[in-house]
């Protein structure tokens, strides 16, 4: 009598959700442009299909970050110097150092680098500094970007939404 064989096959993957410069542009507050600069000078690569740039959850909570440190006036040699640290010293990317319900908090003044998800530790950092601290909630971000995700799609003034018709049953 024969057996059949069994073989272990692994659970199919769910694609990672990605998204496009546009919906990117848009999360984050800043231009189609200025993604593409970012992109050209290496310091969010995004994968290219073609012409199109293609983002993954990582590449816009890290472009959210770097958005948000701009607005408060670094540099982007300072953005780069915190984004380089994070990667070397940690390994991973912001969004894989977020727990599940937790906080996580990056506090810089450019040079030193804190990732906190204690308020306690956050507020002693900013007590004991010596310069002023820029505290970004990267948290807040991934939120942002899971809202956005939400969101039904809108349909912009002026654009005719296909017509629905209906059959009637007998």
Sequence with gaps: MFKARTKNRPEPQVPERTYSSSE??????????QLQWWD????????????RRVYGRGEVIEITVIAELRRKGFSLQKIRRVLRF??????????ELMQPGSELHLVTDGRSIFLEDHHERIIDIL?????????????????????TERKPARIEPGVIAPQVRRARVG
């Design 40 to 51: 050209e000078r290496k310091v969010v690569s995004p994968r290219h299909e073609g012409h």
């Design 127 to 147: 007590k004991n500094a010596r310069q002023p601290m820029f505290l970004v909630c990267v948290s807040d971000q991934a939120r942002r970007l899971s809202e």
């Design 24 to 33: 990117v542009a848009q999360v984050a507050s800043v231009s189609l442009r």
């Design 86 to 95: 994070l990667q070397r010293e940690m390994g991973k990317r912001l969004a």
